[in-house]
């Protein structure tokens, strides 16, 4: 479980020297929200103002920090988990539900192992370290489930508090600062701050609410319904801060190219303490990060609580908000880089066939390079006399496929076209070095309404594997996706983050577990997230198998319970392009 509560920082008495951001109270609402759950409810122990109040003020981290950690503890977690049993023991799909269920039973009584990383500046990590908590006799009481289900709603908490806090230091500490209004013209600023102002109001309101159920009962009923709630009411702000993403990001980078004196003011207060040694970007890009997190502690709190349960529902229903927000800031960031790149790709094509219209509103590019065509018949071998293969370049967009040759001026001379729908790929046996990583491409339907065939060459296996899979997504891979639904599938879990560098592959957060899908000889692995499905390549050095086939289990029997609202789609999603 995911718990870092010492990410819980000063957000309702934000610095000592009195910097803006002290939270204020609203008047109680006219109507309390029920508390979810089943079963009798253990007696009610409010929890003082002035309690939550010395909680906050005795725990410090900043976001940034807390997000590390966190993620850093679940990859511990899992690696421990990883060992405890023998790989080779009787594999999780030979069990039979009673023996399944008597685990779960054995599992049930045991205390709750909760090993994280502690905050040495804070006195309070768990919810089950409040003195409240453990002056009330309620841990004599609870189920140990239930106590780890106290945990992961205090997470959810106490994170919120921290992120506060740091969206707090990104106005009051960069934002505001005098001199560095000097420096910027009105729509630089706009540009680079966007409507944090608003994101943070947001989350002040958010905060507050989850304030108030914490005080109501040291035994949180429910977050959820809160969480549901503003996401409907109020996230909407993410998306306008996400979709700016891009010009944000080049006008930072401008910024510090042709301004010395914004780069002076930028690097000093960088250097203050309150900053811990963070940079001004990785407060730039809060909102997202905690956006795509507030998703995964909604997921937390799914595995959590009780099947069919109240509060099953509502966590349900948290998530699927929360994943509409989450994947329109997506399409938010892509929409904006896509246009620019569609624009650019069209000025460079000359059409020696019938030109066919590149940009459009629903196309985008999947992948580009280039890549060496056979000349000649297929078959033949005895060429000795000229070059075997010439070089051509392809762009491939989700619903098209363009055949180029590069000339002079960084243009493109277009030969060929087909549909994506209509392109078919076909891997040779190994034939020796000349042909190795060769494949067979076929257009259905080119720009002559006829079928063509192309015998292309890749730079290595897993560039061959790469342009496979993206020329025809549909072609069946080397392991079972997520959406199959088996029981084992080989997985990896992330230890180092990952930034795509091509758009058919996928950037990784730390503690990502993913399926794989396929693998190369050179590194590379096909790889679809549990926690969102989403596709692509990545290197192999970044994760770590995990070689416990009852963890895999687990990871997916929890992967299908946060998407059970989704049964009707899911086979909608098997034949998904992620890319």
Same mark, same amino acid.
């Given at each position: 479980?995911?718990?870092?509560?010492?990410?819980?920082?000063?957000?309702?008495?934000?610095?000592?020297?009195?910097?803006?951001?002290?939270?204020?109270?609203?008047?109680?609402?006219?109507?309390?929200?029920?508390?979810?759950?089943?079963?009798?409810?253990?007696?009610?122990?409010?929890?003082?103002?002035?309690?939550?109040?010395?909680?906050?003020?005795?725990?410090?981290?900043?976001?940034?920090?807390?997000?590390?950690?966190?993620?850093?503890?679940?990859?511990?977690?899992?690696?421990?988990?990883?060992?405890?049993?023998?790989?080779?023991?009787?594999?999780?799909?030979?069990?039979?539900?009673?023996?399944?269920?008597?685990?779960?039973?054995?599992?049930?009584?045991?205390?709750?192992?909760?090993?994280?990383?502690?905050?040495?500046?804070?006195?309070?990590?768990?919810?089950?370290?409040?003195?409240?908590?453990?002056?009330?006799?309620?841990?004599?009481?609870?189920?140990?489930?239930?106590? $780890?289900?106290?945990?992961?709603?205090?997470?959810?908490?106490?994170?919120?508090?921290?992120?506060?806090?740091?969206?707090?230091?990104?106005?009051?500490?960069?934002?505001?600062?005098?001199?560095? $209004?000097?420096?910027?013209?009105?729509?630089?600023?706009?540009?680079?701050?966007?409507?944090?102002?608003?994101?943070?109001?947001?989350?002040?309101?958010?905060?507050?609410?989850?304030?108030?159920?914490?005080?109501?009962?040291?035994?949180?009923?429910?977050?959820?319904?809160?969480?549901?709630?503003?996401?409907?009411?109020?996230?909407?702000?993410?998306?306008?801060?996400?979709?700016?993403?891009?010009?944000?990001?080049?006008?930072?980078?401008?910024?510090?190219?042709?301004?010395?004196?914004?780069?002076?003011?930028?690097?000093?207060?960088?250097?203050?303490?309150?900053?811990?040694?963070?940079?001004?970007?990785?407060?730039?890009?809060?909102?997202?990060?905690?956006?795509?997190?507030?998703?995964?502690?909604?997921?937390?709190?799914?595995?959590?609580?009780?099947?069919?349960?109240?509060?099953?529902?509502?966590?349900?229903?948290?998530?699927?908000?929360?994943?509409?927000?989450?994947?329109?800031?997506?399409?938010?960031?892509?929409?904006?880089?896509?246009?620019?790149?569609?624009?650019?790709?069209?000025?460079?094509?000359?059409?020696?066939?019938?030109?066919?219209?590149?940009?459009?509103?629903?196309?985008?590019?999947?992948?580009?390079?280039?890549?060496?065509?056979?000349?000649?018949?297929?078959?033949?071998?005895?060429?000795?006399? $000229?070059?075997?293969?010439?070089?051509?370049?392809?762009?491939?967009?989700?619903?098209?496929?363009?055949?180029?040759?590069?000339?002079?001026?960084?243009?493109?001379?277009?030969?060929?076209?087909?549909?994506?729908?209509?392109?078919?790929?076909?891997?040779?046996?190994?034939?020796?070095?000349?042909?190795?990583?060769?494949?067979?491409?076929?257009?259905?339907?080119?720009?002559?309404?006829?079928?063509?065939?192309?015998?292309?060459?890749?730079?290595?296996?897993?560039?061959?594997?790469?342009?496979?899979?993206?020329?025809?997504?549909?072609?069946?891979?080397?392991?079972?996706?997520?959406?199959?639904?088996?029981?084992?599938?080989?997985?990896?879990?992330?230890?180092?983050?990952?930034?795509?560098?091509?758009?058919?592959?996928?950037?990784?957060?730390?503690?990502?577990?993913?399926?794989?899908?396929?693998?190369?000889?050179?590194?590379?692995?096909?790889?679809?997230?549990?926690?969102?499905?989403?596709?692509?390549?990545?290197?192999?050095?970044?994760?770590?198998?995990?070689?416990?086939?009852?963890?895999?289990?687990?990871?997916?029997?929890?992967?299908?319970?946060?998407?059970?609202?989704?049964?009707?789609?899911?086979?909608?999603?098997?034949?998904?392009?992620?890319?």
């Amino acid at each position: 479980m995911e718990l870092l509560a010492a990410a819980l920082s000063a957000a309702c008495a934000f610095d000592q020297d009195g910097s803006p951001g002290q939270l204020t109270r609203p008047p109680p609402a006219a109507e309390e929200t029920p508390a979810a759950g089943t079963g009798a409810a253990p007696p009610a122990h409010p929890m003082t103002a002035d309690s939550w109040r010395n909680l906050i003020e005795h725990i410090g981290l900043l976001y940034q920090e807390y997000r590390d950690k966190s993620t850093r503890e679940e990859i511990e977690t899992r690696r421990l988990q990883d060992s405890q049993t023998d790989p080779e023991e009787t594999s999780p799909s030979e069990e039979t539900p009673s023996e399944a269920e008597s685990t779960s039973t054995t599992e049930n009584k045991a205390p709750p192992q909760i090993n994280l990383l502690r905050n040495s500046n804070s006195r309070f990590n768990l919810w089950q370290d409040l003195p409240e908590v453990q002056n009330s006799g309620v841990l004599s009481i609870l189920q140990p489930d239930e106590i $780890k289900l106290q945990e992961a709603m205090f997470e959810l908490v106490t994170s919120e508090a921290s992120y506060y806090k740091s969206l707090n230091l990104l106005v009051s500490h960069f934002m505001e600062n005098e001199r560095l $209004k000097k420096i910027l013209h009105q729509s630089e600023a706009h540009i680079l701050f966007s409507n944090v102002l608003d994101v943070m109001a947001v989350s002040e309101r958010f905060l507050l609410d989850l304030e108030q159920r914490v005080e109501e009962n040291i035994v949180i009923s429910d977050v959820c319904d809160i969480v549901y709630q503003h996401t409907v009411n109020h996230f909407s702000v993410y998306i306008t801060y996400v979709s700016n993403q891009t010009y944000q990001e080049r006008t930072y980078k401008q910024l510090l190219q042709d301004k010395p004196a914004f780069r002076e003011v930028i690097s000093q207060l960088e250097l203050d303490p309150k900053c811990k040694g963070l940079s001004f970007s990785s407060f730039l890009i809060l909102p997202f990060q905690r956006i795509t997190r507030l998703k995964l502690l909604v997921q937390n709190i799914l595995k959590k609580v009780e099947e069919k349960s109240d509060r099953e529902s509502t966590a349900l229903d948290a998530h699927k908000e929360l994943e509409t927000v989450v994947k329109a800031c997506n399409e938010g960031v892509r929409k904006m880089s896509r246009t620019e790149q569609m624009i650019s790709i069209q000025k460079k094509l000359e059409f020696k066939i019938k030109s066919v219209p590149i940009i459009s509103h629903s196309r985008w590019l999947l992948k580009q390079g280039e890549l060496q065509q056979m000349n000649g018949p297929k078959t033949s071998r005895t060429l000795r006399t $000229k070059k075997l293969f010439r070089e051509i370049y392809l762009f491939l967009f989700n619903d098209l496929l363009v055949i180029c040759r590069q000339i002079p001026g960084d243009k493109y001379q277009v030969f060929d076209s087909a549909p994506r729908g209509l392109l078919r790929v076909e891997e040779l046996e190994d034939q020796g070095q000349s042909l190795a990583n060769v494949f067979i491409l076929r257009l259905l339907e080119n720009a002559d309404d006829r079928e063509a065939s192309y015998m292309l060459k890749a730079s290595s296996q897993s560039e061959m594997k790469r342009w496979m899979i993206s020329l025809a997504p549909n072609r069946r891979t080397k392991f079972v996706s997520f959406t199959s639904r088996l029981v084992d599938c080989p997985q990896i879990q992330c230890v180092h983050p990952y930034v795509a560098q091509q758009p058919d592959e996928l950037s990784l957060e730390l503690a990502d577990v993913l399926n794989i899908l396929d693998k190369t000889d050179d590194g590379w692995i096909f790889g679809e997230r549990l926690h969102d499905q989403e596709r692509g390549w990545f290197p192999s050095s970044m994760g770590e198998e995990i070689l416990n086939p009852k963890i895999r289990a687990q990871n997916l029997k929890e992967c299908f319970r946060v998407h059970k609202s989704d049964d009707s789609q899911r086979r909608k999603l098997g034949s998904r392009n992620r890319q």
